[in-house]
């Protein structure tokens, strides 16, 4: 990508990745990304903020020759993760008089992540609140942990209320233009999908910051991934509503089945919440990628998984599925356990104590042997009546 103007002497500097298909090998990426990075030049000093992606050197390289940038007096980074520190040694050795600029937390990261040892003398630490004066234009340091690592923060061009955000608002979401009209649904998708995967299980942190950046009052956000906002921007109407401890009147129901019995619970599941005017929807977990159950699950109130048995326990992908809702903590007030099984007996037992961490209220599962007859309709019933009182106030 083309070195790009944000605002005077402000430039987008940074790789877009358009074919990336998985990042960080997990989170399903369908809109590949962008890894930013920005050049700040003051009168006196020039500032880099993050790097990127060590594969992605030459366009990086070449985007800072294209600025006729041959030299650097801070590296300043803002997170630790390799997707933004990646390149970090071969731009110390590229600049050898670039000091690094960054906060307690983030040089320990660096240092041990890049083996960067006895290169004290390259960093400088700041913290909250803390400037440096480029000549002009004036960087101001906010410390911002945990959105979504411990070492996160973020910086201002005090002048130019021009906030740099790191991974925070930012979105897997590869785009030619530098600002992006974040009204556009493919947008919106992926952005629910980014919050979900890396901002969700940090929700009060969202929550924080979010007023942080209302403080602040930025003219432009620049995150670390994805498209630049020109604000006020929706996606940050979005997140205080995705981060907020107000679920949806919303059913997730994500099931497998191998012969048959575990769909037909779910189609019976389904096909009663509707009756009940439950808003509800189902998910094939073979056909579901983590990223769509991941932000399905973003707001919705009840999370039911269903599963066949293998063996003694649950089919490996509902395993899979339990995971990822433990691991991304919503905001669910209520979890599900179904099944079915021939011989073995712990699948849903099973879900259920992969579930707890979640805090959610465990509803009181559905497990039956081979196909499903009166008896389970009437325990399938008696689910739906549970979730339609529960969500009756929703
Ligand atoms: Fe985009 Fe946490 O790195």
Same mark, same amino acid.
């Given at each position: 990508? *083309?070195?790009?103007?944000?605002?005077?002497?402000?430039?987008?500097?940074?790789?877009?990745?358009?074919? =990336?298909?998985?990042?960080?090998? $997990?989170?399903?990426?369908?809109?590949?990304?962008?890894?930013?990075?920005?050049?700040?030049?003051?009168?006196?000093?020039?500032? =880099?903020?993050?790097?990127?992606?060590?594969?992605?050197?030459?366009?990086?390289?070449?985007?800072?020759?294209?600025?006729?940038?041959?030299?650097?007096?801070?590296?300043?980074?803002?997170?630790?993760?390799?997707?933004?520190?990646? @390149?970090?040694?071969l731009l110390l050795d590229v600049f050898p008089m670039a000091k690094v600029v960054t906060n307690e937390v983030c040089k320990g990261l660096l240092v041990e992540m890049h083996n960067?040892?006895? @290169?004290?003398?390259? !960093?400088?630490?700041?913290?909250?609140?803390?400037?440096?004066?480029?000549?002009?234009?004036?960087?101001?340091?906010?410390?911002?942990?945990?959105?979504?690592?411990?070492?996160?923060?973020?910086?201002?061009?005090?002048?130019?209320?021009?906030? !740099?955000?790191?991974? !925070?608002?930012?979105?897997?979401?590869?785009?030619?233009?530098?600002?992006?009209?974040?009204?556009?649904?493919? /947008?919106?998708?992926?952005?629910?999908? /980014?919050?979900? *995967?890396?901002?969700?299980?940090?929700?009060?942190?969202?929550?924080?910051?979010?007023?942080? &950046?209302?403080?602040?009052?930025?003219?432009?956000?620049?995150?670390?991934?994805?498209?630049?906002?020109?604000?006020?921007?929706?996606?940050?109407?979005?997140?205080?509503?995705?981060?907020?401890?107000?679920?949806?009147?919303?059913?997730?129901?994500?099931?497998?089945? @191998?012969?048959?019995?575990?769909?037909? @619970?779910?189609? !019976?599941?389904?096909?009663?919440?509707?009756?009940?005017?439950?808003?509800?929807?189902?998910?094939?977990?073979?056909?579901?990628?983590?990223?769509?159950?991941?932000?399905?699950?973003?707001?919705?109130?009840?999370?039911?998984?269903?599963?066949p048995t293998v063996l003694f326990g649950p089919h490996p992908v509902a395993v899979n599925a339990a995971y990822l809702v433990r691991a991304l903590r919503p905001k669910t007030k209520?979890?599900?356990?179904?099944?079915?099984?021939?011989?073995?007996?712990?699948? &849903?037992?099973? =879900?259920?104590?992969?579930?707890?961490?979640?805090? *959610?209220?465990?509803?009181?599962?559905? /497990?039956?042997?081979?196909?499903?007859?009166?008896?389970? $309709?009437?325990?399938?019933?008696?689910?739906?009546? &549970?979730?339609?009182?529960?969500?009756?106030?929703?």
């Amino acid at each position: 990508m *083309a070195a790009r103007e944000i605002v005077e002497n402000i430039y987008a500097v940074g790789t877009i990745n358009w074919d =990336l298909r998985y990042f960080d090998a $997990i989170m399903p990426t369908p809109r590949g990304s962008s890894y930013n990075a920005y050049l700040v030049r003051g009168t006196e000093k020039v500032a =880099l903020v993050d790097t990127g992606e060590p594969n992605d050197e030459a366009e990086f390289i070449t985007n800072l020759m294209r600025l006729d940038q041959n030299s650097l007096d801070y590296i300043v980074c803002l997170h630790g993760e390799q997707d933004h520190s990646g @390149m970090l040694p071969l731009l110390l050795d590229v600049f050898p008089m670039a000091k690094v600029v960054t906060n307690e937390v983030c040089k320990g990261l660096l240092v041990e992540m890049h083996n960067l040892y006895e @290169m004290d003398d390259r !960093f400088i630490i700041v913290g909250q609140d803390d400037t440096i004066d480029l000549g002009g234009k004036t960087l101001k340091f906010y410390l911002a942990p945990w959105v979504h690592w411990p070492d996160t923060m973020f910086a201002e061009v005090v002048e130019d209320k021009v906030l !740099f955000t790191s991974d !925070f608002l930012g979105t897997h979401y590869a785009s030619e233009t530098l600002f992006q009209n974040d009204d556009l649904p493919d /947008y919106l998708e992926a952005a629910k999908r /980014y919050y979900a *995967a890396i901002m969700m299980p940090f929700r009060a942190s969202v929550r924080e910051y979010l007023e942080l &950046v209302k403080t602040i009052d930025p003219k432009i956000i620049a995150p670390s991934h994805g498209p630049v906002l020109k604000m006020p921007a929706k996606i940050v109407d979005l997140y205080a509503d995705w981060a907020s401890e107000t679920p949806k009147n919303k059913v997730v129901v994500a099931y497998v089945s @191998m012969h048959g019995s575990t769909k037909q @619970m779910t189609n !019976f599941l389904v096909d009663a919440l509707i009756q009940r005017g439950v808003p509800v929807n189902q998910y094939n977990l073979l056909d579901t990628d983590s990223g769509v159950l991941g932000s399905a699950i973003v707001d919705a109130a009840t999370i039911i998984l269903a599963t066949p048995t293998v063996l003694f326990g649950p089919h490996p992908v509902a395993v899979n599925a339990a995971y990822l809702v433990r691991a991304l903590r919503p905001k669910t007030k209520y979890l599900g356990v179904m099944g079915s099984y021939g011989w073995g007996t712990n699948a &849903v037992n099973y =879900l259920a104590e992969m579930l707890e961490p979640v805090g *959610a209220e465990i509803l009181e599962p559905v /497990y039956i042997k081979g196909l499903p007859d009166e008896t389970t $309709i009437v325990d399938i019933n008696k689910l739906a009546d &549970v979730i339609a009182e529960k969500h009756k106030d929703l």
